[in-house]
C-alpha cells in the first residue's frame, strides 16, 4: 500500500506539521508476529516429525503454521482476486493446500514460512522508513515566539506562522521559520540542512531555514515562507514521494508473477478437465494428476533461485560493516552506472580540525598562539572552538585558564588569559577558499591566524578510483558547501564533476535528471540534507557512524564502519549475485519443465515428483549460498 505524506495536513485553512496516522512511530506490525510464530510452530513440526513422534502430533503444528503464517497472504490474494488480479502469495496458499490434501503438509508448511517471513522483513523496513519521515518533523520547533507591530511579544505555534510575520530567535533555539534576518547578527549552524562542516555568520539581510540552530546571538526573522513550503517540509514531501516510486521496482521473479500465476492456475485446470472429460480417466486419477502438477510447477524452486544468492551476498556484506536493507537493493546495486558522493561526513570526516598556524609577531610562536587560542576557546561550544582544543591537546600544550570569557554573536570569542585581552575572530569560509581561518588578536594586535579544514577521509581517494573503475563512468561530487572547498576535496580524491552550493532539493533534482537520462545512480551521504537525493536515487547509501536518522532510515544501505572502499565491493558481489540468480533460474526451469512434460506425457510417481522438485529447490538454494564464502566480496 502507498500512501502519500503530504508536508502537513490541513485543518481548517491551518497547516498542522503532525504526520498521518499511518506514519506515527512505533506502529504495530502484526505480520513480524504472525511470521514468528509459524517459524516456531514449523521448527517445532519438524522436530517431532524427526524424532518419530505421533503423526497427529506433527500434523496438528503444521497445520498451525498453515494458519499463522497463510491466513494474511490468503487474505490478501482474495482482495486481489476481488480486482481481478491474481499473485504468486495465493499460488502458494494453493500450492500448500494441496500439498497438505495429499499428505505432504511438511512442503506446503514450508512454503508458508518462506513467504511469511519475506512478508515481515518489507513490513519493517516499510515501517522503520515511515517513522524516521515522521521524526523529521521535530526538527522544526513546535513554538516560536512572535513579534508584535507595538513591540510586545508572544509564544504562537510555528504552523500558525503567515508570511511578513517577524519572529524573535533567541540563542541556542532552533529557528521556526524559513525568512530573512531583519535584526541581529549570530552564527547558525546548518549542517542538518547545507552540509557545511561549520556554522555560519547570518545578520541583517541573510537568508535563514526553520529547524536550523541558532549560535550565541540573538535574531529577528521575518517568515518568508509558509511552514508548508518550507525546506524542511519539502524534505519530508521529496522524502516519502521518491519512496513511494521506488516501492514500485520490483524483483526479476516478482515482475513476471501474474502470468506465471495465472499460467500455473490454467494449466492445473486444464491437466484436471482435460483427462477427465476428453479421455475419460478417472476422477481419482486425474485429481492426482493435477495436484502432482501444482506441485511440481509451484515456483519453490524459482522463489528460492533469487532469494539464496541475494541473501547470501547480504550476508557477506554484513560481514564487512555493510547493512543492505533488502534483497531487493542488492539486486540493484550492480546495475550502478553513475555514484555520486556526499562531502562533508562522507568523503570527508565531517569535522573540522587544525592544518596550519600562521605567526605574525615576534612575540610569540606557534605553540604559544595555539596556546592562548585554546584557553579561550575551551569554554566554546563552538566546533571551530572545539577542534583549536584538540589541537593543543594532541600537541601537548598546556591550556591555562581564561577570565572574563565572553561570547561575540558573528565574531568570535574573547576572555583573559595571563593578564592579557585575547580575542578569537572566527572567519567564514567563501567560495576561494578551502578552510577557515581563526585570527588570533591580543592586546589589539594580530599575533597570528589558525587554519582549520575538514579532514579528508584515508580511504576516499582509492574508493573513488575503484568505484569508477566499476561503474566506467565519471564519480560525481555533490555538497552544499562552497565551491573553492568542494573543488578543493574533489582533486583531493579524484572526482571528476563537482556540483556545489546545493539545498536539499537541488540535490534531489540532479538525481532525477541523471536517472531520467539512463543512469543507475547511487547516492552515498550521511545528513538529512542527503536523504531526498538518497531517496530519489535508485540506490542509496548512508556513512552509519555519524549519519543522521533519516539519512540512515532513508537509505537503501548503510555502511556501518564509515569505510567508503565497501562501495565498489558492493557493486562487485551484487553484479555476483545476479549470475548466480540467473543460473539458478535455468536449474529451476529446467527441473519444472522436465518434471511438467514427465507428468504431462506419463506418469510422475508422487515420490518422484515431491524428490525431484525439493531436490531442484536444494541445489538452487546451496548454490546461491556459496556467495558466503570470503572470496566473494572483492572489488
Known sequence: MTTTLDAGTRDGGRVLTRPPSIFVAGAKLPEVRWAAAALVLFLAGWGLQVAGAPEWTWWTLYLACYVAGGWEPALAGLRALREKTLDVDLLMIVAAIAAASIGQVFDGALLIVIFATSGSLEAIVTQRTADSVSSLLNLTPEEATLLDEDGSSRVVETSSLTLGQVILVRPGERIGADGTVVDGVSEVDQQAITGESVPVVRGVGDEVLSGTVNGTGMLQVRVGRPPADSVIARIVTMVEQASATKAKTQLFIEKVEQRYSLGVVVATLLVFTVPLLVFGEPFEAALLRAITFMIVASPCAVVLSTMPPLLASIANAGRHGVLVKSANVMESLGRTSLVAFDKTGTLTEGAP?????????????????????????????????????????????????????????????????????????????????????????????????????????????????????????????????????????????????????????HKSELVAGWEQSGHRVMIVGDGVNDAPALAAASTGVAMGRHGSDLALETADVVIVRDELGTVPRLIGISRRARRFVIANLIIAATFITVLVTWDLIGTLPLPLAVAGHEGSTVIVALNGLRLLRASAWRA
Open 353 to 505: 580540525e587544525v592544518s596550519a598556524i600562521t605567526v605574525d609577531t615576534d612575540h610569540t610562536d606557534e605553540d604559544r598562539l595555539l596556546r592562548l587560542a585554546a584557553a579561550v576557546e575551551q569554554y566554546s561550544e563552538h566546533p571551530l572552538g572545539r577542534a583549536v582544543v584538540r589541537a593543543a591537546t594532541a600537541q601537548g600544550v598546556t591550556v591555562p585558564a581564561a577570565h572574563e570569557f565572553r561570547a561575540l554573536p558573528g565574531r568570535g570569542v574573547t576572555g583573559t588569559v595571563d593578564g592579557r585581552t585575547v580575542l578569537i575572530e572566527r572567519g567564514a569560509s567563501t567560495a576561494d577558499t578551502i578552510g577557515t581561518v581563526v585570527v588570533v588578536k591580543v592586546d589589539g594586535a594580530t599575533w597570528g591566524t589558525i587554519t582549520l579544514v575538514d579532514r579528508i577521509r584515508p580511504d576516499a581517494a582509492a574508493a573513488v578510483r575503484e568505484t569508477v573503475a566499476v561503474t566506467g563512468s565519471p564519480a560525481r561530487l555533490l555538497t552544499g558547501d562552497n565551491p573553492g572547498t568542494a573543488a578543493h576535496v574533489a582533486t583531493q580524491t579524484g572526482v571528476d564533476e563537482v556540483h556545489a552550493e546545493l539545498l536539499p532539493d
